[in-house]
């Protein structure tokens, strides 16, 4: 690439940064910080390797979705083996498995095509190009959930809503107590500011429950010192975007919901996606996470972002396409055929 794409390339890098600063500093539950920021790695990765090697540009503008799809695939590959080990085989862990391997597979041998200046077709190069698609997606939404993990939740909340997961044997298991215990950190340092927040744990029950989640999550509370006027209970909820709305709604019987912000508690990896639905649902939240146990985060994080995807399927579509697209284009000017 000649020098002037390295001067555009270092000014998108800079931008891009400065503009992801600014929208997570506005808003942070935008998934488009992490777009931004992604961006601005992109073009920072491209201009190092074209100033290292300045004669294979299509490596240097590829290198990060490549190694954002070799880390995707071997996420996919290794959160199935360790869910057949803990649980048994079954058809998501070997579709996973596959995905996996055809991502890391695909990826290698464009990488290696390139780097040896194999011809290949447009649509051959375009075919092994598509998992950068998601790679990059997976990157930004790591990004934009470190961004958003940052951001400075506000004080004196309405309400504190504590997201459930979960319960095993009827009660309420490490997972879930971590959640609850970083909401009664939020009401006792409210209490200590003069304020007191109503806290409002969600949950409806499961096929393989006793009882509804937040009706163990309240006992919880008040078996830890919380006075029962300052607990309400959720218990109808099945996914996090009914937690978020039948809270509101309890919210709303009390005149609570329009009286100012929320402040929902789940674990950290749950974080990201949370915010997004709070975002979308137009409710007013500053979502904080609590600590889960560290062997547990990658394989549900992966999942979250799946989750997160299928959320915003016709964006996510369309960036597929586009991407397609696009390595088409790169594909016809600069590989060879």
């Not at 209490?191 to 429950?209: F, I, M, Y």
């Not at 979502?287 to 995807?309: D, I, N, Y």
Request: glycine fraction near 8%; aromatic fraction near 6%.
């Amino acid at each position: 690439m000649p020098a002037p794409v390295d001067v555009l390339l270092a000014v998108a890098g800079v931008a891009l940064l400065l503009l992801a600063l600014r929208s997570s500093k506005v808003e942070p539950r935008r998934w488009r910080n992490g777009v931004l920021v992604t961006g601005s790695l992109w073009a920072a990765s491209a201009l190092a390797l074209d100033v290292l090697s300045p004669a294979t540009p299509a490596v240097a503008v590829l290198a990060l979705p490549w190694l954002a799809a070799v880390v995707l695939g071997l996420l996919f590959v290794g959160g199935a083996v360790s869910a057949a080990v803990r649980d048994g085989r079954g058809l998501a862990g070997m579709l996973a498995i596959v995905l996996g391997v055809a991502m890391v597979a695909a990826t290698v041998l464009a990488t290696a095509a390139a780097l040896a200046g194999h011809p290949l077709p447009v649509a051959g190069v375009t075919v092994l190009l598509l998992p950068g698609y998601p790679g990059l997606a997976f990157i930004s939404y790591l990004l934009y959930c470190l961004l958003q993990r940052r951001a400075d939740a506000r004080p004196a909340p309405v309400a504190v809503v504590v997201l459930g997961s979960g319960l095993v044997d009827g009660t309420v298991p490490t997972l879930l107590a971590n959640r609850l215990d970083a909401a009664i950190e939020v009401w006792r340092a409210e209490r200590g500011a003069g304020r007191a927040p109503l806290v409002l744990p969600s949950g409806g029950q499961g096929d393989d429950e006793p009882m509804p989640e937040g009706v163990a999550m309240a006992a919880y509370l008040v078996a830890r010192g919380l006075p029962t006027s300052a607990v309400a209970t959720e218990d109808r909820a099945t996914t996090t975007e009914e937690n978020l709305l039948l809270s509101r709604e309890i919210l709303r019987s009390r005149s609570l919901a329009e009286d100012g912000h929320l402040r929902v508690v789940t674990s950290s990896y749950h974080v990201g996606r949370s915010a997004l639905i709070t975002r979308s649902l137009g409710i007013d939240a500053d979502v904080t996470g609590s600590p889960a146990a560290w062997h547990f985060v990658p394989s549900a994080f992966l999942r979250e972002f799946l989750a997160a995807v299928t959320y915003r399927p016709r964006t996510n579509v369309a960036g597929l396409l586009l991407w397609a697209c696009g390595v088409a284009l790169l594909a016809y000017a600069a590989w060879p055929s």
